[in-house]
């Protein structure tokens, strides 16, 4: 950045060492943030891909407005809203579950949808004193990083997207045996199918990310079962390798916001006996070409 755009801007952005994820501060998200202002905040998301807000104490409305003004709410199908909020999911974890954290999958939420969120925004209310990280996976880091042999043979392939595996009849929720305070719908409308390219491009950057998950994602359009298991589980290992992953670590308040057409992320546990409850919003997306 040339040091006049740096005088003029009115956000503080300080990312990563590998510019994926940033913080951005100097912003109160309660009050609607000026079309010049919102220009950065977007901007740094495009450059970044998972942003982080300290310090945003935010009211229901005021989660609800922010949303808004990135873009409009996006569809959030298999679990139970909070009530009077038919766009914000509690994710809460009371200190005596048992059951298995929410989240923890690689994903892209709601990737088997025709047009999946472009983003997720999660709010810190009660944030326990150890575990409960989150982990992003840089998926366009990790296309660039394939050899110009495995591109084109990627290029071109379409992944099969389906929330048959959570919240089928027959999914993992369908068959959980303990007791969970989050409200999951299993359903048959999870297992059906939508077609999406194995490589997207994003519609802001230009740049290709890998677009494929081991929750959401079944299978690889005119392979065999093993062709398609083999290719998958190699770009599930390499996209998850420690050289694309960022941790996140949560603190009370703070809002985060990550681009779902180019990111994976895992929901980490570590906090059994303590207390987590978060906010969630998304915002709605595009066709991914």
């Known amino acids: 950045m040339s040091q006049a755009a740096a005088r003029t801007r009115r956000i503080e952005v300080t990312p990563n060492a590998n510019g994926f994820g940033a913080a951005i501060s100097g912003l109160d998200l309660s009050k609607p943030l000026p079309p010049d202002v919102l220009a950065e905040v977007k901007q740094a998301w495009a450059d970044h ?40 999911l509690e994710l809460r974890r009371e200190p005596d579950e048992k059951a298995r954290n929410f989240g923890a999958g690689w ?18 209310k009660v944030t326990p004193p150890v575990g409960g990280d989150t982990l992003y996976a840089d998926c366009t880091r990790a296309y660039d990083a394939l050899s110009a042999t495995m591109k084109r043979m990627l290029d071109g392939l379409v992944a099969i997207h389906t929330a048959a595996l959570p919240y089928g009849t027959k999914g993992i929720f369908a068959q959980e045996k303990e007791e969970r305070t989050m409200k999951i719908i299993v359903s048959k409308e999870a297992e059906k199918t939508c077609p999406h390219p194995l490589v997207r491009t994003h519609p802001v950057t230009g740049r290709k990310a890998l677009y494929v998950s ?16 083999a290719l998958l589980g190699f770009l599930y290992t390499h996209m998850t390798k420690d050289e694309f992953v960022y941790r996140h670590r949560w603190q009370p308040n703070m809002l985060t916001m990550w681009d779902n057409r180019c990111t994976l992320h895992f929901a980490d546990g570590g906090y059994d006996g303590h207390l987590r409850v978060m906010h969630r919003t998304t915002v709605g997306g595009d066709t991914p070409v």
């Open 214 to 229: 081991p929750v959401y994602t079944s299978h690889i359009e005119g392979m065999s079962p093993d062709e398609s298991a």
């Open 49 to 88: 891909a998972v942003v982080w807000f300290p310090d945003q104490p935010l009211s229901h409305d005021e989660l609800e407005a922010f949303t808004l003004q990135i873009g409009p709410f996006g569809h959030d199908p298999f679990i139970k809203p909070m009530e009077g909020r038919p766009h914000i």
């Open 107 to 124: 994903h892209s939420d709601w990737s088997f949808q025709e047009q999946p969120p472009a983003a997720t925004l999660l709010h810190s």
